[in-house]
């Protein structure tokens, strides 16, 4: 059983930057692929970003391509997302997600019925 929790959202101006965490503890939390995605309000939670388990393989939706890096430290069993020139489009909470396979196509990444665990969320909210 693999527990996440996200950390590092707030209120940013248009064009700043934030860097999320999400902090995973269990047996399995260094080899599993990982995924970020969002959820603005009356919308459905989005893919955002997504990596393999040893961060060979990074996958990131287009609206975020060129501004936002997913990346892992499994010595702290650590995921960031990176997040920079922010957009008011951006805001949202933000969701840490694992899987329990180590790594996933595209085609599996973005979608989120792939992914087995949760965190509770991180708002972020970006003025214009």
């Known amino acids: 059983q693999l527990q996440l929790v996200e950390s590092g959202g707030g209120l940013v101006q248009d064009g700043g930057s934030l860097r999320l965490s999400c902090a995973a503890s269990g047996p399995t939390s260094s080899s599993s692929a990982m995924g970020w995605f969002r959820q603005a309000p009356g919308k459905d939670r989005a893919f955002v970003a997504a990596t393999s388990w040893n961060g060979d393989n990074t996958y990131y939706a287009d609206s975020v391509k060129g501004r936002f890096t997913i990346s892992r430290d499994n010595a702290k069993n650590t995921v960031y997302l990176q997040m920079n020139s922010l957009r008011p489009e951006d805001t949202a909470v933000y969701y840490c997600?694992?899987?329990?396979?180590?790594?996933?196509?595209?085609?599996?990444?973005?979608?989120?019925?792939?992914?087995?665990?949760w965190g509770q969320g991180t708002q972020v909210t970006v003025s214009s």
């Open positions: 997600a694992a899987s329990v396979l180590a790594q996933m196509t595209y085609g599996r990444a973005y979608r989120k019925q792939e992914y087995d665990y």
